[in-house]
């Protein structure tokens, strides 16, 4: 069974950067896509990345150039380098193993000053 375990949030003034990661269980993380996805308060959970098996990549039109998500099969763990954080970016950030639908319990990021 996988488990997925965020770290790397925290409060970051406006104009700078975290590093979230994501460490998987288990010996299927490198066939996995994965994905990271954010709730804000009040808002619905969307999805801010997701990276293939084989690291395609695709981004959410209000992070592209901004956030990068990457993989380390070998540590079987996911990354999201965030630069340039607004105070929109405010959210719990999520891990998700695609296929299998499994979720960590999540991170929370704050951008304020």
């Known amino acids: 069974q996988v488990q997925l375990a965020e770290s790397g949030g925290g409060l970051v003034q406006p104009g700078g950067s975290l590093r979230l990661s994501c460490a998987a269980s288990?010996?299927?993380?490198?066939?996995?896509?994965m994905a990271w996805h954010r709730q804000a308060p009040g808002k619905q959970r969307e999805l801010v990345a997701s990276?293939?098996?084989?690291?395609?990549?695709n981004y959410a039109d209000s992070v592209k150039g901004r956030f990068t998500i990457s993989r380390d099969n070998a540590k079987n763990t996911l990354y999201l380098q965030m630069n340039s954080l607004k105070p929109e970016d405010t959210a719990v950030y999520y891990c998700?193993?695609?296929?299998?639908?499994?979720w960590g319990q999540g991170t929370q990021v704050t951008v304020s000053s």
């Open positions: 288990g010996s299927i993380f490198s066939i996995m896509t």
């Open positions: 990276i293939s098996r084989g690291s395609s990549t």
């Open positions: 998700n193993a695609v296929q299998i639908s499994v």
